[in-house]
């Protein structure tokens, strides 16, 4: 099922995967094809094309649950680095996520003033400051990231190639990208 989001209509979290493709067209699509018949994409042959659609479609699917933890992608990616790499300096974490400096503090200081995080002076370099997660940081990262890997795991099963070489896949493009 899908519900209409500005001039999109996404899917439903909990829409079935089978569900979803059956059909293997868009809603836009559908709409067209019971207007106009045989209408065809010319993009759609372009690899790129598709994974660009792809990735707005994901993303908007991960907002729309980040949002309801009053997060943004860039918060997530935060909380969860810090919560693998406890104490981890600020200026790394803009390294591993590939965003600006003033995009990370604008980050960090919404989730330290919700008490997700800590900011303290690094007891080795008292120009650094390390980060922390808040008990109540904790919380909140084990809550969301149980949500997104539902949405992980959905994405996962629509793939249907041996998922270990599909990631090799996109990891070497990564790196033709220079995204590594």
Do not use: C, W
């Amino acid at each position: 099922m899908a519900v209409k989001q500005g001039k999109r209509s996404v899917r439903l979290l909990n829409e079935p995967l089978a569900e979803a493709g059956a059909a293997r067209k868009t809603p836009v699509a559908r709409e067209l094809s019971t207007g106009t018949p045989n209408l065809v994409n010319p993009m759609d042959r372009f690899v790129g094309y598709k994974i660009r659609r792809i990735k707005h479609a994901i993303i908007s699917e991960l907002n729309g649950i980040l949002s309801g933890f009053d997060l943004r992608i860039m918060d997530f990616a935060v909380l969860s680095i810090i919560e693998t790499n406890p104490g981890i300096f600020q200026n790394e974490i803009t390294r591993l996520v590939g965003a600006e400096p003033p995009a990370l503090v604008l980050s960090l200081d919404r989730l330290e003033k919700a008490n997700y995080l800590l900011r303290q002076l690094s007891p080795i370099d008292r120009r650094l400051r390390t980060l922390h997660l808040t008990p109540e940081g904790k919380k909140l990262i084990k809550k969301v990231t149980a949500r997104v890997e539902q949405q992980e795991r959905r994405i996962k099963q629509a793939i249907r190639v041996d998922l270990s070489q599909f990631v090799a896949g996109l990891d070497d493009l990564m790196h033709i990208y220079g995204i590594v």
